[in-house]
């Protein structure tokens, strides 16, 4: 009987353990977003998909950071918010997969913060960080034209990327080369970098930063003809200078249409209609009128024309009566 007694509860131990959730080790999709930056306590990082963090102190003594973390400007509330070079900050979130038999548990890195180094100033410590972010899984979000991707470019040749954008890769030695991002022959940015280095573009919309675009060098290979950088983690969004440039036009359009013609008024009445009426003639000069700013700057009167109609109705009916007389 106690034999029966331990098997069961043997077994009821095993299932237990099997009902509890698996933990998987940490994982990261792609990186989105790039940068390093020198921040005050205080300064606020905007980030991709919402995202943004506030510096909230550093400790040059100890190489501590303590960062708050935000999406779509609400507090994410968060355990600990420290991080130094050896052990960065990091923002994740659990997502949790189950299937018939477990349930398993995957934690995913959206923000990284490091600090790189320090400098004591007077108006308080300047802290160099470097920030990663990384796809967010439980957002959709497919607004994207490469998305974690690799390339290669020939050192002399240019890649050509979406949205007439190119990469070109020049002097390129043994352990660096400058890459330069272009868009429609227009030089965007140029560096120098080193394997294991990131390149990243950004631009600001609304406030916000978008990624334009990102790449890590992978590793170099050379020929006895030619030499390529290897690319990896290749992401690429779409520009949105050309929207801007839509809505400005609209914008335009849209106040040309709201000015209206002006409506010519003589300014001089023949001399053989002496007849008019003079009282009406005194009402027209004497009408009330609007002044604004042409694009050009000058002053235009704009006349209100619903008040002058009637006038306008008695001035053509004393022209006729004056004209009726002198025949």
Known sequence: MGYIRFVFICAMIILSLFSF??????????MIYYSEETLTAGDTVHLEQGYS????????????????????????????????EGDPFEYMITIEESDEDEEEEADYVVIRIRPVDF????????????IE?????EQEDDDFLLLDTSKSVKVGESLSLEEGYT??????????????????GRSLKKEELEIDDIFSYSKSVD???RTIFIARVSKFFESSDSSTVILKDVTQRPDMEEDDEEISENGSDNKINETQPLMAIPDIIDSDK??????????????????????????????????????????IIAIGIVIFKLS
């Open 274 to 315: 002496e007849g008019l009426n003079s009282s009406a003639t005194e009402d027209v000069q004497n009408f009330p009128s609007s002044s604004v700013n042409n694009e050009n700057g000058t002053m235009t009167d704009h006349v209100n024309t619903d008040s002058f109609m009637p006038i306008l109705f008695i001035v």
């Open 133 to 137: 972010q990384f796809l967010d899984p």
């Open 207 to 209: 406030d916000n930063v």
């Open 167 to 184: 990469l070109d890769a020049s002097d390129m030695e043994d352990d660096s080369v400058v890459l330069e991002l272009s868009k429609d």
């Open 119 to 130: 400098d004591d100033k007077d108006d308080g410590i300047h802290v160099e960080v470097e």
């Open 21 to 30: 959730p698996v933990y998987c080790s940490t994982e990261e999709k792609a």
């Open 53 to 84: 963090f506030k510096l909230i102190d550093a400790s040059e003594d100890s190489g501590d950071i303590l960062v708050q973390v935000y999406y779509k400007d609400e507090e994410i509330e968060i355990g600990d918010s420290f991080g130094d």
